[in-house]
């Protein structure tokens, strides 16, 4: 956010989240007093200062949260507002004083240079190698689909990007493409886990991150994040959102989509409405990411197996936080050649209306439609219903779900995997999940031609729906035979990953990490295809 | 006009009657019906002697054939439309309708072939998001002579379940509420196809024991159905699913409960039944769910045989044999 937003922006978040606070506490009924608001404050705050908090404001936060501690019992309502104030002001300049302006600005002319240079930094071997000149990782990032509605948006007005999300490397692939489209950096919150390397962290920041504490649960932290998030919409400042969450921890793409953030452009679209500014539009870009490998692979299915439906929120300890493994990954990328799709889909308005090229609404018909009226009440006055908006976001979140499964770019892993896992689920019905992923059932190997056999047909359904806009699929599936696909397949597999997916030995393929199978296998569920 | 009207799209028996209800509690309703003789007999003697003989509807009710006009001076919209009509006769209008109308509709069917349910139809074409449904058992003679009724009214929004209550309830019309707008959708889809089936059971002479079997599948695959579409169990439990199975499964209940039972009786599918068959919600319903649940991969082996049935692939006396030998009914269980 540019400097002269930043204190307007502390002074509006605080107003806002306050003013609110209080018109919901004085309406009774079930919510929470100011009191209660603060006490849960204090409570949460408590608990994550005793587990250490972030070393960088653990010293700030302690005295702040302490001085909140002796104040509040004894103070009265007009007091325990005052301190409502403070401490919502509080986090606000958290959110928004992580955000430096002056490595935004430097940002947009380092960025290029930057994700060059963090990339071929973590391939040491690819750099000897090209050495005297540069290697380019950049060359294996693929824009595809609606860039130039992409860059039409941001002109016409804020525009959210809302990607899938795979990897840590997501953030930095995107600041790249956002260059490459000719955009500017768009301002996203991370998690605060993601500064821990502390290279990547300074280049997340010149992506335009701000930092997220994760660990803070309690309601009125969540709420100004939520707020800040709406305002910097409201002021024109183009978002990046990934409503998955977390990255996907079974491989597969996201269907089940977080909507606090999502609604905040619908948020920030109502304020603009209702400030007679119906023409300050809000974009949603779906995006899809998508690697032939994954980094973190390992770690995520880990975590997905091992708590299937409560995985770890926030994993520190996992690939991208090893320099060694991201180089190595790095050193594949560059030597397969291996191509990481970044797919822009068509863009939405904050209601799941597709919009034109002059960022017009449309119905299902193809007609322009006025969205500001879906805001009205029966008098035509634009009103805040947060129970209708939510509605909203959710029907935005069931559209984005299909638009994901439309623009999902599948990779040769991904078929090889799905078909060589479906033989074994097949070869074992019946079998529990875990007990096929631990012992493989009867299935060591499986003859290559039966998978051949298998992939033909996949990749016949694949190009089907490929051909009606229902799945997208790299060059070697659009135009290669089940021997390409395979051969790719497994030449990525025998890259980077401690133990390979899949092997080949005489006519025979052999699942050597069969959860790893089960992670790439899931990215191409979905689609109803055969095995 | 500040759009202050309420619009009814249908002067069949429950269009009227639900406009006449909308009336009588103080609102301006404007009455869209597609014969002219309808309107002009609503608008001139202040009957619908077609549709809903000896009722004299209140004077509030403005009667037109004008589907723009209606379209685009209502805050609120019904539609009260045979299934296979709906797209039809709001493609007419689609363009006038706005984000801030609420549509609700009272169709107790699905649009086949299709498949989809009412409200997204409507979504398909038209602009409007704040959708709703009335389900539940509503038959209209008994509206219409005051009796007391109850309804469901189903939507994602509250606004529009609120909108609902404010205009239709009264002392002897009761209006619950329900956010499960596809749970009651399907169930008020379903009930006539149930209808239908025992109105052949009932002609099969095969007494009560049957014909309670039947009614308890039809809900069993109602259910299953709904699970697959988002719809939450509990409504098929309530007024939209065993109630409506209640109003709608017995001797003057409707439409669908009268073509079973003629069907069953001649026991063939004769020129007349044929006809009466394309009109039928239960009908259409019912080969809807049958390709619906093949398309999710969900077994519904009794609207399967009602559906065979009613195409002429198997004699009444057939559906009756399919129901007690049945191994896929027994093994769906």
Redesign the interface.
């Known amino acids: 956010m540019r400097p002269e937003d930043q204190e307007r922006a502390v002074v509006e978040v605080t107003a806002r989240v306050v003013s609110r606070i209080e018109k919901q506490a004085d309406k009774g009924n079930n919510n929470p007093t100011v009191e209660e608001i603060l006490q849960e404050a204090l409570y949460y705050e408590r608990r994550r200062l005793e587990q250490g908090g972030h070393p960088k404001t653990f010293k700030q936060d302690k005295v702040f949260w302490k001085n909140v501690q002796k104040l509040l019992p004894k103070a009265s309502k007009q007091e325990q507002l005052q301190l409502l104030n403070k401490v919502v002001d509080f986090h606000a300049r958290e959110i928004v004083g992580h955000f430096d302006p002056r490595v935004y600005a430097l940002a947009t002319s380092v960025v290029p240079v930057g994700l060059s240079l963090l990339l071929n930094a973590m391939s040491p071997k690819a750099f000897l190698r090209a050495f005297p000149s540069f290697p380019d990782v950049t060359r294996n990032v693929v824009l595809q689909g609606e860039v130039d509605a992409l860059r039409r948006m941001h002109e016409l007005g804020t525009v959210i990007l809302v990607p899938t999300h795979s990897s840590n490397l997501d953030s930095i692939v995107l600041g790249w493409s956002l260059y490459a489209a000719g955009l500017p950096p768009f301002t996203y919150g991370a998690g605060i886990n993601l500064f821990i390397n502390p290279v990547l962290s300074f280049f997340m920041h010149n992506l335009g991150a701000y930092t997220v504490d994760r660990l803070k649960k309690h309601k009125l932290y969540k709420d100004t994040l939520k707020e800040y998030c709406t305002l910097s919409i409201e002021y024109g400042y183009d978002n990046l959102f990934f409503p998955g969450g977390t990255r996907s921890r079974s491989g597969g793409v996201e269907q089940k989509l977080k909507l606090g953030l999502l609604g905040s452009g619908l948020k920030a679209y109502l304020n603009n409405v209702k400030a007679n500014r119906p023409d300050h539009k809000v974009f949603i870009v779906p995006c899809t990411l998508n690697y032939h490998l994954v980094l973190e692979a390992e770690t995520l299915i880990d975590d997905h197996l091992k708590e299937v439906g409560k995985s770890r929120y926030i994993i520190i300890d996992d690939e991208f936080s090893k320099p060694r493994r991201v180089a190595s990954f790095m050193s594949g990328v560059l030597s397969l050649d291996s191509k990481i799709f970044v797919r822009f889909a068509r863009p939405l308005d904050p209601f799941g209306n597709l919009v034109d090229d002059d960022g017009v609404s449309m119905d299902s018909k193809g007609r322009a439609v006025d969205i500001s009226r879906y805001l009205m009440d029966l008098k035509g006055e634009p009103v805040e219903d947060p129970q209708r908006d939510e509605e909203y976001t959710r029907e935005l979140g069931r559209i984005l779900a299909s638009s994901y499964m439309e623009n999902n770019v599948l990779c040769s892993t991904h078929v090889l995997a799905f078909a060589l896992f479906g033989k074994m689920a097949k070869e074992n019905p019946g079998m529990e999940l875990y007990r096929l992923l631990r012992t493989g059932g009867r299935t060591e190997s499986v003859t290559l031609s039966e998978v051949r056999e298998t992939i033909d047909n996949i990749i016949g359904e694949l190009r089907r729906l490929d051909a009606i806009g229902k799945v997208k699929i790299s060059e070697t599936l659009a135009t290669g035979d089940s021997a390409a696909v395979i051969a790719e397949a497994l030449r990525h597999f025998g890259t980077y990953h401690t133990k390979p997916a899949a092997i080949r030995r005489g006519d025979r393929l052999f699942p050597l990490d069969r959860n790893l199978l089960y992670y790439y296998h899931n990215r191409a569920l979905g689609y109803d295809l055969e095995v | 006009m500040?759009?202050q009207s309420i619009g009814v799209i249908g002067a069949g028996a429950w269009g009227t009657a639900l406009a006449d209800r909308i009336a009588r509690n103080g609102r301006v309703v404007r009455l869209w019906a597609s014969e002219q003789d309808v309107s002009s007999e609503i608008v001139q003697r202040g009957t619908n002697s077609k549709y809903m003989p000896g009722l004299k509807l209140d004077k509030k009710i403005r009667a037109t054939t004008d589907i723009i006009q209606v379209v685009d001076s209502c805050?609120?919209i019904l539609i009260v439309l045979p299934s296979f009509m709906v797209r039809k006769v709001l493609s007419r209008a689609?363009?006038y309708f706005?984000?801030?109308q609420?549509v609700v509709h009272a169709v107790k069917g699905l649009e086949y072939p299709s498949c989809n349910r009412i409200s997204e139809v409507i979504?398909?074409?038209?602009?409007a998001?704040?959708l709703g449904v009335l389900s539940g058992p509503n038959l209209a003679a008994e509206v219409a002579r005051g009796m007391p009724i109850a309804t469901v009214a189903a939507s994602?929004?509250?606004?529009v379940v609120q909108?609902m209550k404010n205009i239709l309830s009264s002392k002897n019309f009761l209006v619950f509420s329900t956010r499960d707008l596809a749970g009651a959708e399907l169930a008020g889809a379903l009930s006539p196809a149930a209808a239908l089936g025992c109105g052949i059971l009932e002609s099969l002479k095969t007494g009560r024991n049957l014909k309670a079997m039947f009614i308890a599948e039809c809900l069993r695959e109602m259910r299953r159905l709904g699970s697959r579409l988002e719809a939450e169990n509990r409504t098929f439990s309530g007024l939209s699913g065993v109630g409506d199975l209640v109003a709608s499964c017995g001797p003057e209940s409707g439409d669908d409960y009268a073509i079973g039972f003629t069907l069953g009786r001649s026991g063939k599918l004769s020129k007349e039944i044929k006809l009466r068959l394309r009109s039928s919600e239960g009908a259409a319903s019912a080969r809807a769910a049958v390709k619906l649940g093949a398309k999710l991969g969900v077994e519904l082996p009794v609207f399967e045989s009602l559906a065979r049935v009613l195409a002429g692939k198997k004699k009444p006396g057939g559906f009756l044999k399919s129901l007690m030998e049945s191994d896929r009914i027994r093994s769906s269980r």
């Not at chain 2, 994602?156 to 606004?159: A, E």
């Open positions: 500040a759009l805050r609120v689609s363009s706005r984000g801030n609420l979504k398909q074409e038209t602009c998001r704040l994602y929004f509250d606004l909108e």
